[in-house]
């Protein structure tokens, strides 16, 4: 699965446990940052905490932008970028 989209999963789940009073708030906003994905590029984005948007760390500060995403292979699960139209891997045609 995508890192983004694995992070978004979590993060949803997090948010109901708060809501359900199963966490505190200052425990959900550590396991929101822990959810934080570097992308290939080897810039680090991170989750709003209140929000749930995405944000990416660009010269010390945080800028609101949406994430790379990937596109996975159904041949070979390969996740390849969402510039390419073929798998990098094994060839097959990408899913857009």
Same mark, same amino acid.
């Given at each position: 699965?995508? =890192?983004? +989209? %694995? +992070? %978004? ?5 997090? /948010?109901?446990?708060?809501? &359900? *009073?199963?966490?505190? =708030?200052?425990?959900?906003?550590? &396991? /929101?940052?822990?959810?934080? /994905? ?8 991170? !989750?709003? =905490? %209140?929000?749930?948007?995405?944000? #990416?760390?660009? $010269?010390? #500060?945080? !800028?609101? &932008?949406? =994430?790379?995403?990937?596109? /996975? ?5 390969? $996740?390849? !970028? *969402?510039? $390419? ?5 094994? *060839?097959? +045609? !990408?899913?857009?």
């Amino acid at each position: 699965m995508d =890192p983004f +989209a %694995e +992070a %978004e999963t979590r993060y949803r789940t997090l /948010v109901d446990e708060r809501r &359900a *009073g199963n966490l505190q =708030p200052r425990a959900f906003r550590l &396991a /929101v940052r822990d959810l934080a /994905v570097l992308d290939s590029e080897g810039h680090r984005w991170m !989750l709003g =905490p %209140e929000d749930g948007i995405w944000y #990416r760390r660009e $010269h010390e #500060r945080w !800028l609101q &932008a949406d =994430p790379p995403r990937r596109l /996975v292979c159904n041949a070979c699960g390969h $996740h390849n !970028l *969402g510039r $390419h139209s073929f798998c990098v891997e094994c *060839g097959t +045609a !990408l899913n857009r």
